[in-house]
């Protein structure tokens, strides 16, 4: 067995060693069948419409596997959850310096003869209801920026894990047939889409039907594809994008994966930035 491999072995180092040429198709399909190429097939999902309540099927389309198939990373997704609960945070908590405090304008007591602590204020933090020292100072912001590939690595992230459990759909469109909001509740009960649903479509002028429907909805929400992130994709049970808004988010994801210069967007965001 041994003694028909190693010639094979042989004739690859060859090939491998002469770039310059190139190698014959039988030389190839012995290539591929000693070392086997990963290749990472693209994932398939449903085209739906929502010009009818019951689920209908338009055809099959393909989505990217290091967008919608990468390995889930949570610690990356923890990261982008709290960097967006914590950059609209603002602390007002606020205490009083001993100069912002009421009284104490002249000396309690002599500064010698009365057997007394020497003080020059009754305002002062040794004493009952003078100021505070090193105390919270409003407005205090949270804010800080996370490096752009853990951003990105989150989307990715988010969205796999979507796909993953069957609760990203992709639909032609957003024009629905009726702008009452009996239509789309029936429409998303009959699909079993979850409680709550996000839709989003490349454009930020959504059509008029579904933007009358789901205004007096809570939890139906309607976002472009230049906002979409982490933190509202988790929060909704069910993704619907668009095939617009699908070939959208490819398009910038797989631009900022392979791209050959980084300084451009590492540069700004530094580790040390506050």
Known sequence: MFSNIIPQLRNTSLILRK???????TEISKLSSIIPINYAKPRQVWLESL??????KLGIIELHPEIFAC????DII?????????YRFVSYAHTKVRSEVRGGGRKPWPQKGMGKARHGSIRSPLFKGGGVIHGPRSPTPHFYMLPFYTRLHGLTSTLSIKLAQDDLHVVDNLDLPSDEPKFIEELVKSRNWGLSVLFVDVSDIMPRNITAATDTIKHFNLMPVYGLNVYSMLKYDTLVLTKAAVEHIE???LTHLHKNDTRSVLDKYKVGQV
């Open 19 to 25: 770039c310059s040429t190139i190698p014959k198709s």
């Open 51 to 56: 010009e009818t309540i019951d689920d209908k």
């Open 251 to 253: 398009l910038k994801l």
């Open 71 to 74: 390995n889930p990373r949570i």
């Open 78 to 86: 923890h990261q982008n959850v709290r960097w967006q609960r914590l």
